[in-house]
């Protein structure tokens, strides 16, 4: 049987058409998946995202456990709620998994990582936290909303009190408080302002009501794939995974090489290939013609079909077919991508394709 979030049934009980997701049983739609996707790009949406794993780290050495364990530097945190994004890699520089950490105090982070990687994450982090006397902590008791779009702060504070609103409203860009038994991040995957939510599970069901009754519209996963592919976004598994490493899939900016001694995993694999010279890159392609590109489609490069769709997509926004590639080094300004044996012509293009709510490409 699949797992269920605190909220599948408050998803039956709306209707919701419910399918499989790493494991879990999840909402892909509610009604409209396009209909959802414009709601988060002009008013608010919310998005059960408790499948994803959150768990907390607690030991006096856990800042130097994570600066050994992850790609980007948490030295980088200073402030108490500061978050940072960054990849988990292999000894081979292989994405074991990408996620959010948070500074809560200096023997407290907080990491969210992906669902459908959940088990091997842990599998991963555990016996390397224990090197370093830092305790892992599943909160499995925890339920996650993710609520989006230009209306979505308001529509949320709106249910605290007046002074906790009002501090929510000040929270910077990858910034997360307590509020009670609530913890606030101004983080979001769908390129729209918004927060994500933490909440005890028995309270999530009420929650996603009561922000329904502010005119938040429910939304599921398709909408959540096109908003993320339209703000360039990358899926864990589509995107990168273990047989692909960061420097090729669009995330070379997660890499912090400085300070040089930082030994973090995977660092002395990544070095070689930087030194080596990088191979493939990750592009953004919009495609020209009415047809949709999709996972796994080889993209043609001066007559040799030397690349792949990693993601693609029927853009809501853009009303065109939008996708990552990944492609050679050299590719130039045009490639084509062979869709059910058929040629056709994209132009490469430099993701994101939109972002709080407008296009950032030429059409």
Request: aromatic share 8%; proline share 3%.
């Amino acid at each position: 049987m699949a797992l269920r979030t605190p909220l599948y049934d408050l998803h039956v009980a709306l209707g919701a058409r419910m399918v499989d997701f790493g494991g879990w049983d999840m909402p892909v739609a509610y009604g409209s998946q396009i209909e959802e996707h414009h709601a988060v790009r002009t008013k608010a949406g919310i998005f059960d995202v408790s499948h994803m794993c959150v768990c907390d780290l607690h030991g006096q050495r856990v800042r130097e456990f994570l600066r050994h364990l992850l790609a980007n530097d948490v030295n980088r945190l200073q402030q108490s709620g500061k978050a940072l994004y960054s990849c988990m890699l292999n000894e081979a520089g292989g994405v074991i998994d990408d996620l959010i950490v948070y500074y809560m105090n200096e023997q407290w982070f907080r990491l969210v990582v992906n669902a459908g990687t959940r088990t091997k994450d842990l599998a991963w982090i555990r016996p390397r936290a224990a090197e370093f006397d830092v305790r892992v902590e599943e909160r499995s008791d925890l339920a996650m909303l993710a609520i989006q779009g230009p209306e979505a702060r308001d529509r949320l504070v709106g249910l605290l009190s007046s002074e906790d609103g009002a501090a929510a409203l000040q929270l910077g860009n990858f910034f997360g408080a307590e509020f009670a038994d609530w913890f606030i991040a101004r983080t979001g995957y769908t390129g729209e302002d918004g927060f994500e939510v933490m909440v005890p599970a028995d309270t999530a069901a009420d929650l996603w009501s009561r922000l329904n009754e502010q005119g938040v519209v429910s939304c599921g996963l398709g909408a959540r794939d096109t908003l993320r592919l339209e703000a360039g976004m990358n899926l864990y598994g589509n995107d990168m995974d273990e047989n692909t490493h960061p420097l090729e899939s669009g995330l070379a900016w997660t890499v912090a090489f400085e300070p040089a001694d930082r030994n973090f995993i995977g660092r002395a694999a990544l070095e070689k290939i930087r030194a080596a010279g990088v191979a493939l890159k990750q592009v953004g392609l919009l495609l020209a013609e009415r047809a949709v590109m999709r996972q796994h489609q080889p993209v043609v490069v001066d007559g040799v079909a030397a690349g792949e769709i990693t993601s693609g997509t029927f853009s809501p926004t853009l009303s065109r077919s939008i996708a990552l590639a990944r492609v050679p080094r050299t590719a130039g300004d045009t490639v084509q991508v062979d869709i059910r044996g058929r040629l056709h012509a994209a132009r490469v293009v430099k993701p994101p394709f939109v972002r709080h709510g407008k296009a950032l490409v030429a059409l």
